[in-house]
Structure formats: structure tokens, C-alpha cells
């Protein structure tokens, strides 16, 4: 079992929101707004799973601002499948809103200059969130 502390600790820029919660309602702007983020579910891109990982690394390895180095990109591929690991099932769904892998644009669910992450959702409710923010 991952450690939220652990990668808190070794992202050292920014904001990490990391967060689990049950919701049934099936209601994505539900869920978000539950996290903390806009409740705007038309802003997020469905991602494959090895997406999902892409983006996660890719958003544990470097700052969203300024690319600096938060962790080794080994450190960071380890969470990041960890993560994936401890909260995803064969059926799950990955969330983003844009693709940090690739740097493409964003839509923007917080108020914060950058803000990115996944969030999981399982066929049994369980949601999970792990959300960066950094500011320019």
C-alpha cells in the first residue's frame, strides 16, 4: 500500500490533493466537486490505463510551471503504478483533464495557474483522486 505522505513529501512543488470517497450517484460534477475541483465533468478526457500512468508519472516527475525535476522519473514511475495498483480494477475509468504526458492544453479545475491529475473511478462507487497544482 502507497503512502500519500511519501509522495507529498517527495513532490517537493506545488500542491497534491490525494483523496478517496464513495459516490453512487454516477454523477461525475458530483464527484468533483466533492474533491474540491470545479464541477465541470465536460472538462475531463477519458485515458486508457497505460495513459493514465503516462499522465501520473509525467506529473510526479516534473513541475507543471517551470518543467523543474520534483523526484527522479524512476521515483516517479513507481508511485505512479502504485497508485494504479492500489486503486484501479480491471473495469476502472481514468480521468484527466488534458494529457500531462504529452503537454497538450488543459481545461483548468481549480483556480490555480496549473492544475492536472487522474481520478479513478471504480464500478462499485469508489473514486480516487490525486490532483497537482502549481502556480507561474
Same mark, same amino acid.
Given at each position: 500500500?502507497?503512502?500519500?505522505?511519501?509522495?507529498?513529501?517527495?513532490?517537493?512543488?506545488?500542491?497534491?490533493?490525494?483523496?478517496?470517497?464513495?459516490?453512487?450517484?454516477?454523477?461525475?460534477? +458530483? =464527484? *468533483?466537486?466533492? @474533491?474540491?475541483?470545479?464541477?465541470?465533468?465536460?472538462?475531463?478526457?477519458?485515458?486508457?490505463?497505460?495513459?493514465? #500512468?503516462?499522465?501520473?508519472?509525467?506529473?510526479?516527475?516534473?513541475?507543471?510551471?517551470?518543467?523543474?525535476?520534483?523526484?527522479?522519473?524512476?521515483?516517479?514511475?513507481?508511485?505512479?503504478? +502504485? =497508485? *494504479?495498483?492500489? @486503486?484501479?480494477?480491471?473495469?476502472?475509468?481514468?480521468?484527466?483533464?488534458?494529457?500531462?504526458?504529452?503537454?497538450? #492544453?488543459?481545461?483548468?479545475?481549480?483556480?490555480?495557474?496549473?492544475?492536472?491529475?487522474?481520478?479513478?473511478?471504480?464500478?462499485?462507487?469508489?473514486?480516487?483522486?490525486?490532483?497537482?497544482?502549481?502556480?507561474?
Amino acid at each position: 500500500m502507497i503512502d500519500p505522505l511519501k509522495i507529498i513529501q517527495a513532490r517537493k512543488y506545488g500542491e497534491v490533493r490525494y483523496a478517496v470517497i464513495s459516490d453512487t450517484s454516477g454523477k461525475l460534477n +458530483q =464527484v *468533483l466537486k466533492k @474533491f474540491g475541483l470545479e464541477p465541470d465533468a465536460d472538462s475531463l478526457i477519458e485515458h486508457d490505463r497505460d495513459s493514465a #500512468s503516462l499522465i501520473l508519472r509525467a506529473l510526479l516527475w516534473k513541475d507543471m510551471a517551470y518543467d523543474d525535476e520534483c523526484m527522479p522519473v524512476t521515483q516517479a514511475e513507481y508511485f505512479a503504478e +502504485q =497508485v *494504479l495498483l492500489q @486503486f484501479s480494477e480491471p473495469a476502472s475509468r481514468y480521468f484527466s483533464n488534458g494529457n500531462w504526458a504529452n503537454k497538450e #492544453s488543459w481545461n483548468p479545475l481549480t483556480e490555480s495557474t496549473f492544475d492536472g491529475g487522474i481520478i479513478i473511478s471504480n464500478p462499485t462507487g469508489q473514486y480516487f483522486c490525486i490532483w497537482f497544482q502549481d502556480e507561474d
